[in-house]
């Protein structure tokens, strides 16, 4: 009985490895064939997924089996994430344990810790300046902890998501130490330069991603006579992924973490990864290699993880993150709808869907294959406004003018403006100005309650629960950010703590007051409010087949300016969905609600009939339905 339990595991993997073969082996040819190490490195990295699979403990074994066999496990209406910093949620990797009743009782089930392994000390860009990517922050608790926490999150059938930054590691990570040291091995794992003459040849076409705080793409160590590739911040040294000794370490990390109870990895800043002179160095092809690798690797020995590709670049860079062309189906799993989180901020701003229906309904796919978009309205990051040109002349904007309307409306100075933000990263070169900014104070909770106006404070509410009404619909994973259940504001004692106060991001990552969260979320307050309004529309996502991942997502013209629409096209009949961005009422005709497939004019998203009056369904401002 043993024996034949041991041979089949073998068989497994056999089978496994040869439908990654072209996947794998086809992109590392591709990649590595004429490095003089290939041989040797095909060998170490099957010797590694044999080491791994080994390794393997048999609850995780069983879920890769359960996930093989239900492939669209990621993409179903009861996925609802939840995106938390350890410390500032709950202290610990055991506080987060505690508070796993809370985020079930929101709808949960799926909870991102952002970066939680080992970083530098002092500032580490918010967790993502790694030094080791085998130990977990000390601060956060141990390996030990970090497992009882997967588990304990497993049994509760709640997928653990973490964070693994792929372009970068902090310069105090081994590698960099020894790199520094003047190790030439090492030091071909970081992009390395004798003098400037390379560096200013790539920075002519290179973008800045930090450019007030970290200007300039590159740093001059004096004490090794190097000039090293920083696109971020000085403390975080690009990886060199044209050596595949980086892939080989990264891939078996990987393995490492999937094997401690990982169900998403969250793979950091990945348009960067691959440099090519002449090019800003985002999202080249090479970069669509080494992922579909990765992805391929991680299906032999851990297929019940999934990959989440973070690029927040434009809707056309954006797709091929999910798999486009040749990679269809075997990139990434899920990706940022930056797009969507976008288009929602510019909507409320403007009261208009024009830009929202036309970018939406021109560039995205009806539907993904092994793939969908983690949709989301704010995360730990600042707000780019990644609107191009093009996409604002298609509606008549001009898309410099929209792009600084939009800073200034959610920095807070445009008069009318309802919302409190921060500016993040003002580039005068370009023009460029980025926010930061809680939900609710961008949605416009901290200005209405600082003048006592509770009207507006209900009017914020509104606009938090319809961003959460579509991200819970559009089609993806919806992920709820920290604190945004429960509308916390801007918190400005970042502003008191040396390393983060140049950092406006900081604004937006809250401590959780859990003796105020748990009379929040009964009280009739704003807080009361968004709590349980988020928790009905899980609840009611949960209950919604069409809303499932694989169902196509059409989106719709409505012919009314203040109204967004989509059909959600299911075999058990369409989805409806619309939400009013404008400040007054919004209707649309019954008749073309009927050519869209919407015979009962039932919403599933209140669970009641929305009668017409003279033929028009009309929405209140901020309004949402699911109508079938
Ligand atoms: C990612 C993170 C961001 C971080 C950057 C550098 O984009 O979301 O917070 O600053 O990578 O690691
Ligand atoms: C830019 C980068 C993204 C990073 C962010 C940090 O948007 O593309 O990767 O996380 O800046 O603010």
Redesign the pocket.
């Known amino acids: 009985m043993a024996r034949a339990a041991v041979a089949a595991d073998d068989d497994i993997f056999a089978l496994r490895l040869n439908r990654s073969d072209a996947d794998l082996w086809g992109m590392t040819d591709r990649l590595y064939g004429s490095h003089p190490g290939y041989p040797k490195f095909r060998a170490a990295l099957l010797k590694a997924m044999r080491a791994a699979w080994a390794d393997r403990p048999a609850a995780l074994r069983r879920l890769d089996l359960q996930r093989d066999l239900e492939p669209d496990w990621f993409q179903r209406p009861h996925m609802a994430g939840y995106v938390l910093y350890i410390d500032r949620f709950a202290g610990t990797l055991a506080g987060v344990l505690e508070k796993l009743d809370y985020l079930q009782d929101l709808g949960i089930t799926y909870v991102h810790l952002m970066p939680c392994l080992k970083p530098r000390h002092g500032d580490s860009?918010?967790g993502?300046?790694v030094m080791d990517y085998r130990a977990i922050n000390p601060a956060f608790g141990s390996m030990a902890d970090f497992e009882v926490l997967a588990t304990a999150l497993r049994d509760r059938g709640m997928s653990l998501c973490v964070d693994l930054?792929l372009?970068?590691t902090a310069k105090e990570h081994a590698w960099a130490r020894k790199a520094a040291k003047g190790n030439p091995g090492f030091q071909d794992c970081y992009l390395m330069f004798d003098d400037d003459t390379l560096p200013r040849q790539y920075g002519q076409t290179l973008v800045e991603?930090f450019p007030d705080t970290a200007p300039g793409n590159f740093t001059h160590y004096p004490a090794f006579g190097k000039w090293v590739w920083t696109t971020?911040?000085e403390h975080?040294w690009d990886l060199n992924w044209a050596n595949p000794q980086v892939f080989l370490e990264i891939v078996q990390i990987m393995f490492f973490l999937a094997n401690r109870g990982v169900d998403v990895l969250r793979l950091?800043?990945v348009a960067f990864m691959w440099k090519r002179m002449g090019t800003r160095c985002q999202s080249e092809p090479e970069v669509h290699m080494i992922l579909r690798a990765l992805r391929a690797a991680c299906r032999v020995v851990c297929p019940a993880v999934i990959h989440l590709e973070?690029a927040?670049v434009a809707p056309a860079e954006m797709l091929p993150y999910l798999g486009r062309g040749e990679h269809d189906g075997r990139e990434g799993n899920l990706a940022y709808h930056n797009s969507l989180m976008v288009q929602f901020w510019s909507a409320l701003a403007t009261r208009d869907t024009g830009l929202m229906t036309h970018v939406l309904a021109t560039h995205f796919p009806p539907r993904l294959t092994n793939a969908t978009y983690a949709t989301y309205i704010r995360?730990?990051?600042d707000i780019g406004w990644a609107v191009t040109d093009e996409d604002a002349a298609a509606v008549g904007l001009g898309g410099p003018a929209h792009r600084a309307f939009l800073s200034e409306f959610y920095e807070g100075g445009f008069p009318g403006s309802f919302a409190q933000g921060a500016l993040f990263q003002v580039n005068p070169a370009t023009g460029d100005k980025r926010i930061s900014g809680s939900f609710a104070s961008l949605a416009g909770l901290e200005r209405a309650l600082k003048a006592g106006d509770a009207a507006g404070a209900e009017t914020a509410v509104q606009r938090i629960l319809l961003g959460h009404a579509l991200i819970a619909s559009y089609g993806g994973i919806p992920l709820i950010y920290m604190g945004d259940e429960l509308a916390l504001l801007n918190d400005y004692g970042y502003l008191a703590v040396p390393d983060h106060a140049h950092d406006s991001?900081w604004i937006h990552r809250p401590r959780m007051d859990w003796q105020a969260a748990e009379t929040k979320k009964t009280a009739d307050t704003p807080a009361g409010r968004v709590f349980r309004g988020t928790q009905h529309i899980l609840a009611r996502r949960l209950a919604v087949p069409a809303l499932h991942g694989a169902c196509p997502v059409k989106v719709l013209h409505s012919g009314v300016a203040g109204l967004f629409a989509f059909r959600r096209v299911a075999p058990t009949g369409p989805v409806v969905c619309l939400f009013n961005f404008a400040d007054g009422w919004q209707g649309v005709g019954a008749a073309w609600l009927r050519q869209q497939g919407v015979l009962r004019m039932w919403d599933v998203l209140s669970e009641t009939e929305v009668l017409p009056h003279d033929g028009v369904v009309t929405l209140p401002p901020q309004g949402r339905v699911w109508l079938v």
């Open positions: 860009d918010g993502y300046s930054v372009n970068h991603v971020f911040n975080q950091d800043a973070e927040i995360c730990h990051d991001r």
